[in-house]
């Protein structure tokens, strides 16, 4: 990009532009994945809903390829492109609750975080992810799914309607009554079919939760996870618990003699009465006791941001998922695998349940593929040394590869990996991969929307 284009980009439009001479520029181009290394042309921090149309409008009509930034934790990257222009929605970051209606407007630059300290305060929240520094745009656009979803669906399950500009730069609004293809296509599509500057939630009352963490030894996971399969889906749908392979990490609420080992656990959450916990976790012991169980009530914000400082923004990071309707005993031999041979002390698996609520919406009610899941697997490794990207990378690819056969083909959209192909994304949205490539022929004929998990314009 010359210098006349970038300065025409500076006087059309009203929020900051930088470009590769500016002292800001290095840390524009930093993003949670640290793999990740780009350098776009210009980025384009958007103040408002008129500097995305007119930055839209100036993209198209200079030939320039487009990708967008919220919360930037793609962990494919997908908010840099080499050479062209990332829009920035990080100034548009604010939260409106009508707490009488129970919902919710967040701007399209918002993390989870800023949404959950304004419902909290009056009791209230929407099923989100479990990072608080997760933008909330990326997440809703691919499903999204956390403690909650158990309890109150996916967070695209209530999204209730959203402010878009298109890419012939005009604005619409989407819901069940406005523009409803779009709308179904927004619950689960990505980011393939405009610029979400504002989204619109349903709202349920959650305040204090019972949260809860146990672990075994890692040599126990084919006990746990066979007791694990068979418990959760069983389960009230107030509790919610994630499956995780980990090293432990070495701070609280650990204790410090089982630092550092490796292990097989549960992350838990409990909506329901709070004195209850302890017998809702009585099965615990089932596989053999816990080396360490832990509980304690905590403010649902608190919950969410257990694992900010763990796992920061600048690490290196290598990811692959799959979703499974059952747990085999085969995949159960996998995991016992690759979680006695962690590459790194942060590399991990997890199994997040996507039954529940979730799994009561019509499978057509949303672009969202796989509601006859039960869990939404991710296999990450992660390191903050460089040096160490190709070990984390080959370690889950290939723990992928060995578990893949017992999956259901198809993964959340967000945890498909950096060159993982078109097939991939067709997977994940089985017999709604044609209805979606209409609608983005309806609304982004030229896919200028490109720079994300892409679904191809179907041919005029």
């Known amino acids: 990009m010359d210098a006349t284009i970038l300065d025409g980009m500076r006087a059309a439009l009203r929020g900051p532009v930088t470009g590769p001479q500016d002292p800001d520029y290095p840390e524009a181009c930093r993003i949670y994945n640290a793999m990740i290394d780009r350098r776009p042309a210009a980025f384009v921090r958007c103040t408002d809903v008129a500097d995305v149309m007119n930055a839209v409008d100036f993209v198209r009509d200079h030939g320039l390829e487009l990708a967008v ?95 878009v500009v298109l890419a012939d730069g005009s604005f619409v609004t989407a819901s069940e009554s406005e523009h409803p293809d779009l709308f179904w296509a927004l619950r689960g599509g990505g980011g393939n079919f405009g610029i979400v500057t504002s989204f619109s939630f349903a709202l349920h009352p959650v305040h204090t939760v019972g949260v809860a963490v146990s672990v075994w030894p890692v040599d126990q996971t084919r006990e746990v996870l066979r007791w694990y399969r068979e418990f959760l889906p069983q389960a009230p749908e107030d509790l919610s618990g994630f499956f995780a392979l980990l090293a432990v990490p070495p701070g609280p609420p650990f204790p410090e003699e089982i630092h550092g080992h490796k292990m097989c656990g549960v992350v838990w959450c409990w909506t329901g009465d709070p004195a209850a916990l302890d017998e809702a976790l009585a099965p615990v012991n089932e596989p053999g006791a816990p080396t360490f169980h832990f509980t304690a009530p905590m403010p649902y914000p608190a919950l969410q941001t257990m694992f900010d400082e763990l796992i920061p923004t600048g690490l290196q990071w290598y990811w692959r998922g799959d979703f499974f309707d059952r747990i085999t005993d085969e995949a159960i031999d996998v995991h016992l695998k690759y979680g006695e041979n962690l590459p790194t002390d942060l590399s991990t698996m997890h199994l997040y349940p996507v039954d529940g609520a979730a799994g009561r919406v019509g499978r057509d009610e949303t672009a969202w593929g796989f509601r006859d899941a039960v869990w939404s697997g991710v296999i990450g490794g992660i390191d903050p040394d460089p040096d160490n990207a190709g070990t984390i990378k080959q370690w889950a690819v290939d723990y992928w590869e060995e578990l893949h056969p017992y999956s259901m083909g198809g993964v959340y959209v967000n945890f498909i990996g950096a060159g993982e192909g078109q097939e991939r994304v067709m997977a994940t949205y089985r017999d709604h991969y044609d209805r979606l490539a209409a609608i983005k022929r309806t609304y982004d004929p030229n896919n200028l929307f490109h720079a994300n998990q892409n679904i191809e314009p179907a041919p005029a």
Do not use: E
Not at 100 to 114: E, H, I, K
Not at 138 to 160: I, M, S, V
């Open 69 to 163: 930034r919220g919360g930037g934790h793609s962990g494919a990257g997908l908010c840099l492109v080499d050479g062209g222009v990332t829009l920035d929605l990080s100034p548009m970051r604010w939260t409106r609750v009508d707490p009488a209606g129970r919902t919710a407007q967040v701007g399209g630059g918002s993390q989870l975080g800023d949404l959950d300290h304004a419902t909290h305060a009056f009791g209230l929240a929407t099923p989100a992810g479990i990072m608080s520094t997760t933008g909330v745009g990326g997440l809703t656009l691919g499903g999204g799914h956390g403690h909650l979803t158990r309890k109150y669906g996916l967070t695209a399950d209530n999204l209730l309607s959203a402010d």
